[in-house]
């Protein structure tokens, strides 16, 4: 009788519960329980309320900030791992603490590279992830990465609105080779923002790499917080005689007042992935779903078959 691989089980973080739900469905499980307990003086521990010996399992969970959203994939890991699971796969719809990737200063230190370890000693033996804020801190892991990019979500999305004059921009140097990429997914022109920031989150001054006179001007980038650079880039552009500008962001961190500002700029819509949370009542916010693409990769990792068409660019 031949032996069937036994289907994995999958959990989630309490802050990634609802994507967690979503991908489960996709996937065609159900979602694993894990029970939470709390002390009074704010520590928890997790654990799994039913057996995962020897199974392969995947812990959804994002890591952005506050800091226990990172705890809470740590102490999975460390249970799964201490209840004997064969293969422990960390799917992190956004990979926190990614900003801090080099030392762009001296001492300082590089969070990244810390987190990645971390998640390793705490018993991953995968990583799956999306669009992380730089594709070298693949190499932060000696574990395997399976790095996804929501291009798969965001081009059809593009292509759909059927724009005239199209033109792809990124809102700073450092997001050049992803504007490029999509520019030449959509056979269209591109333009570089160019800005200076006076400290982290503030912009001191922004020029404009490029025409955008007469175009419809998509932006694109990993990450969208305060949204600072991309309502600053939006004012510039349509200054520059731009018909419209839009924005295509992965993760929605949406900190601070972002909210407010994107409501109240020239930025005709924003859309962002459900990697990370966001409030749903705005009206110019637009999420795209990501479980289904989070689903597809786990199955085909589970079944040790390709995923190199996940990876548009």
């Given amino acids: ?16 519960t609802a994507l967690g739900e979503k991908i489960a469905a996709s996937y065609g499980a159900k979602l694993g329980k894990v029970k ?32 226990e959203n990172l705890m809470e994939m740590l102490l999975m890991l460390d249970a799964a791992k201490r209840a004997s699971a064969r293969h422990i796969t960390a799917v992190m719809p956004y990979f926190g603490w990614a900003r801090q990737d080099r030392k762009d200063k001296p001492r300082v230190p590089i969070a990244a590279k810390l987190v990645a370890k971390m998640l390793e000693t705490a018993g991953a033996t995968r990583i799956i992830t999306m669009d992380l804020h730089a594709d070298q801190i693949q190499g932060f892991f000696e574990k395997p990465v399976d790095h996804l990019f929501a291009s798969t979500l965001f081009l059809p999305y593009v292509k759909n609105l059927n724009l005239d004059n199209l033109c792809i921009a990124s809102p700073d140097m450092g997001g050049s080779k992803r504007a490029y990429a999509y520019s030449k997914a959509l056979e269209s022109d591109v333009v570089i923002c160019y800005k200076q920031r006076a400290k982290a989150n503030v912009i001191s001054h922004m020029e404009l790499i490029g025409e955008v006179k007469g175009k419809n001007v998509v932006l694109v980038d990993d990450m969208v917080d305060t949204a600072g650079t991309l309502t600053k880039a939006a004012d510039l552009m349509m200054e520059r005689g731009a018909l419209s500008v ?68």
Wanted: glycine share 6%; with cysteine; charged share 25%.
């Fill in 1 to 16: 009788m031949a032996y069937q691989v036994p289907e994995p089980k999958i959990f989630a973080c309490t802050q990634s």
């Fill in 36 to 67: 939470f307990s709390r002390y009074s003086d704010g520590e928890f521990q997790p654990s799994f309320e039913e057996s995962i010996r020897g199974a392969r399992i995947f812990i959804i969970g994002s890591t952005n900030p506050s800091s």
């Fill in 246 to 313: 839009r924005a295509i962001t992965t993760h929605g961190l949406l900190s601070g007042n972002a909210y407010e500002r994107i409501e109240k700029s020239k930025l005709t819509e924003l859309i962002v992935t459900d990697s990370i949370p966001v409030e749903l009542d705005r009206k110019k916010i637009k999420v795209l779903g990501c479980a289904d693409l989070f689903a597809d990769v786990m199955q085909r990792v589970h079944h040790n078959t390709s995923i190199s068409s996940k990876f548009l660019m």
